[in-house]
Nanobody, 130 residues
Framework: EVQLVESGGGLVQVGGSLRLSCEAS????????TGWFRQLPGKEREGIAC????????IYADSVKDRFIVFRDAMKKTMYLQMISLKPEDTAVYFC???????????????????????WGQGTQVTVSS
């Protein structure tokens, strides 16, 4: 089972940029679909950027498309979320998640709903100030 730790959150100004990291331990991401999610107080956790088992087929929520990019490093130990042109409505706790698919022959499945995932990090706060 993979363990996940997010980092890189903080306070930024409107229009600024931030890069979040999700580090895997116990395993690489090779056998996992992965994703980034965010949650505002009182709201449901929302999928914003997800990847299939091999780190491809990125899926983005409409609210972040053209502003956020999700990718993994070459060693498949870290997943990143590069965020630009940040807006106050991006303020949230950001989580990374992983879904084990190593027991299957599935390579191109990239779910981006929270219910599909069973391994979660603890989250990192992103606050965008006006």
């Amino acid at each position: 089972e993979v363990q996940l730790v997010e980092s890189g959150g903080g306070l930024v100004q409107v229009g600024g940029s931030l890069r979040l990291s999700c580090e895997a331990s116990g395993s690489t991401f090779d056998d996992y679909a992965t994703g980034w999610f965010r949650q505002l107080p009182g709201k449901e956790r929302e999928g914003i950027a997800c990847l299939n088992r091999i780190g491809g087929s990125p899926i983005y929520a409409d609210s972040v498309k053209d502003r956020f990019i999700v990718f993994r490093d070459a060693m498949k130990k870290t997943m990143y979320l590069q965020m630009i042109s940040l807006k106050p409505e991006d303020t949230a706790v950001y989580f990374c998640a992983a879904l084990y698919l190593g027991h299957t022959k599935i390579w191109n499945y990239a779910p981006c709903d929270a219910q599909s995932y069973d391994n979660w990090g603890q989250g990192t706060q992103v606050t965008v100030s006006s």
